[in-house]
């Protein structure tokens, strides 16, 4: 659905009257109930993408306002850098054959096997995957910046334990505590028997007795978060920052994620990075290229007077020590490498063709005869 063509009060279930309090309760409960990770509803994904937009909208007091008024709101509207973290949920639907129960499994107690609390099963929660794009600029200074994530967070009312006063632990009912479940399969065969980890428990081996309600004994809610990432000085195009901790909180209090951010660097319009190194192009007039002089090179973070040697030529690079991308490892600077292109005057005034015909006839070189546009007017005339 394109942006603005829903009604975001009723995408959350809210009255257009609702509280900043009963918005984000109202997102929570949809965002829940349509997560891609527990809603294998083939349109899931859309509808939680929606819910995503409309809280978006109707949590930012300026972009309600703009939604109240005009009925839509400019897609990127308090920008931010990120966007949304999709990333990692993606995988679930893109098989297109539909959610087996092992990935419905895994969706709800963060995937099987792989690195986990015994039994094979996976508490901790998934890594999430995002990008930002950066000038060079930003990348030779170093760079804070905010990111929207939208995440499986700690549930901040039982704080990620799953239960609460209320609650008591019991074992598993579905696998009397074993955590595993024995399924038979006729096949033509013969009877096949699968182990499986128990779904009900997550192969814990017990379940909670009421629950938390605000997250149902998982101890995670979805949860949006403004996450700050620090870029260092020097970062190349394509480098992943790790920050820890930030990916899907873990189930009932286990390890959660990270979140990894890949660094993209925006082409620069002057600059081109080899490396540490920066390469530019500058022009510079034939005289001074003759002669010798000083010029003004715009360099990534800084200006610099850059010595043009007398005889300089066409193509000539000239080299700035230090005037390149810091380096990562924080020992000093690459170089900036000057391109010269050398530039021939269009027009001449009277006087300054004549200064070159002078010198022509010194370096006794034969050149065209001026004519000035009255001598054209002349030879037009009786020619
Ligand atoms: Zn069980
Ligand atoms: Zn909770």
């Known amino acids: 659905m394109p942006a603005g063509t829903q009604d975001y009060y009723s995408t959350l279930g809210v009255e257009r009257s609702a509280n900043a309090d009963e918005i984000k309760k109202a997102f929570r409960r949809k965002a829940r109930e349509l997560h891609p990770d527990v809603n294998d509803a083939p349109d899931a994904e859309d509808r939680f993408k929606e819910v995503n937009e409309a809280y978006d909208v109707l949590s930012d007091p300026d972009k309600r306002d703009q939604y109240d008024r005009y009925g839509s709101v400019g897609r990127n509207g308090g920008g931010g850098g990120g966007g949304y973290g999709y990333?990692?949920?993606?995988?679930?639907?893109?098989?297109?054959?539909?959610?087996?129960?092992?990935?419905?499994?895994?969706?709800?107690?963060?995937?099987?096997?792989?690195?986990?609390?015994?039994?094979?099963?996976?508490?901790?929660?998934?890594?999430?995957?995002?990008?930002?794009?950066?000038?060079?600029?930003?990348?030779?200074?170093?760079?804070?910046?905010?990111?929207?994530?939208?995440?499986?967070?700690?549930?901040?009312?039982?704080?990620?334990g799953g239960s609460t006063e209320d609650s008591k632990t019991v074992t598993c009912p579905d696998c009397n505590g074993t955590g595993q479940r024995v399924t038979q399969h006729k096949t033509f065969l013969g009877t096949m028997q699968t182990v499986a980890p128990c779904e009900r428990c997550g192969a814990s081996g017990h379940i909670i007795e009421n629950p938390c309600e605000e997250c149902q004994g998982s101890g995670r809610v979805p949860d949006r978060e403004h996450v700050k990432v620090n870029i260092p000085a020097g970062i190349r195009d394509g480098q992943q920052i790790r920050?820890?901790?930030?990916?899907?909180?873990g189930i009932r209090g286990a390890a959660a994620g990270n979140l990894l951010v890949s660094v993209r660097i925006a082409e620069d319009e002057y600059l081109h990075r080899e490396g540490d190194d920066l390469h530019c192009r500058a022009t510079v007039p034939v005289t001074q290229a003759a002669l010798g002089a000083t010029i003004h090179v715009n360099g990534v973070l800084e200006e610099h007077n850059v010595n043009v040697p007398a005889g300089t030529q066409h193509g000539d690079t000239l080299r700035v020590k230090g005037g390149g991308m810091p380096r990562l490892n924080g020992s000093g600077r690459g170089d900036l490498i000057v391109h010269v292109a050398i530039t021939v005057p269009k027009k001449l005034s009277n006087r300054q063709r004549e200064l070159l015909e002078e010198l022509a006839t010194e370096f006794g070189e034969d050149v065209a005869e001026y004519k000035t546009p009255l001598h054209k007017l002349r030879d037009w005339l009786h020619g």
Not at 127 to 155: F, H, N, P, W, Y
């Open 87 to 160: 990333a990692d949920m993606g995988d679930l639907f893109g098989g297109g054959a539909g959610i087996n129960m092992e990935d419905l499994f895994s969706a709800f107690f963060g995937g099987v096997g792989g690195r986990g609390g015994g039994r094979g099963v996976r508490l901790e929660g998934r890594d999430m995957a995002m990008q930002i794009v950066i000038t060079l600029a930003e990348a030779a200074s170093g760079v804070e910046k905010e990111i929207v994530l939208d995440r499986l967070a700690t549930c901040d009312v039982c704080g990620g």
């Open 243 to 249: 920050v820890a901790g930030m990916g899907e909180a």
